[in-house]
T-cell receptor, first 112, second 111 residues
């Protein structure tokens, strides 16, 4: 089992819809969780971090964390074609030393 | 604040050569991590340096090495280049929050 799993997609949503991206992780020692966006040919950029159970909102983005079920999700409201990118989930866990693990990403396509 | 910078942005090398890549973190960030990104493998963790010490290491051969200087700038070196080393090499810096901020990357092509 991969430590951080994401559906590779592509996930296609119409413009204006809500895009829902999911990520599961295997290690219950995971402590902090991050979402990054990566446009083709560019480097990843941090969208949001979340550290405790529940929802965290930032503009059109909402991160949701459920440690009991070991998943973290990202909702993008009012999706725009400019949101089309690969979204990477990352987990920071402590296992003797801190490890930072990325999922392989979900490709999102927002259709105009 | 200035972002993470990486030099050079593009490199073309021949098999068997060695290469050194440089990364300057965001001011005040003491942790620098290096990643290799290829289309098939995604982001693969190479190593992390904190206060001039290697704190974590990924599963890469010994041909891949790095170091960090007292001003937190970091370099990574790849010796005896192989065709499979062609990739985008990304550097990320972070502070205590563990949020990582990436540089633009160095695209290495090995011919």
């Amino acid at each position: 089992q991969k430590e951080v799993e994401q559906n590779s997609g592509p996930l296609s949503v119409p413009e204006g819809a809500i895009a829902s991206l999911n990520c599961t992780y295997s290690d219950r020692g995971s402590q902090s969780f991050f979402w990054y966006r990566q446009y083709s040919g560019k480097s990843p950029e941090l969208i949001m971090s979340i550290y405790s159970n529940g929802d965290k909102e930032d503009g059109r983005f909402t991160a949701q964390l459920n440690k009991a079920s070991q998943y973290v999700s990202l909702l993008i409201r009012d999706s725009q074609p400019s949101d089309s990118a690969t979204y990477l989930c990352a987990v920071n866990l402590y296992s003797g030393t801190y490890k930072y693990i990325f999922g392989t990403g979900t490709r999102l396509k927002v259709l105009a | 604040k200035a972002g993470v910078t990486q030099t050079p942005r593009y490199l073309i090398k021949t098999r068997g050569q060695q290469v050194t890549l440089s990364c300057s973190p965001i001011s005040g960030h003491r942790s620098v991590s290096w990643y290799q990104q290829t289309p098939g493998q995604g982001l693969q963790f190479l190593f992390e340096y904190f206060s001039e010490t290697q704190r974590n290491k990924g599963n890469f051969p010994g041909r891949f090495s790095g170091r960090q200087f007292s001003n937190s700038r970091s370099e990574m070196n790849v010796s005896t280049l192989e065709l499979g080393d062609s990739a985008l090499y990304l550097c990320a810096s972070s502070a205590l929050s563990y949020e990582q901020y990436f540089g633009p990357g160095t695209r290495l092509t090995v011919t």
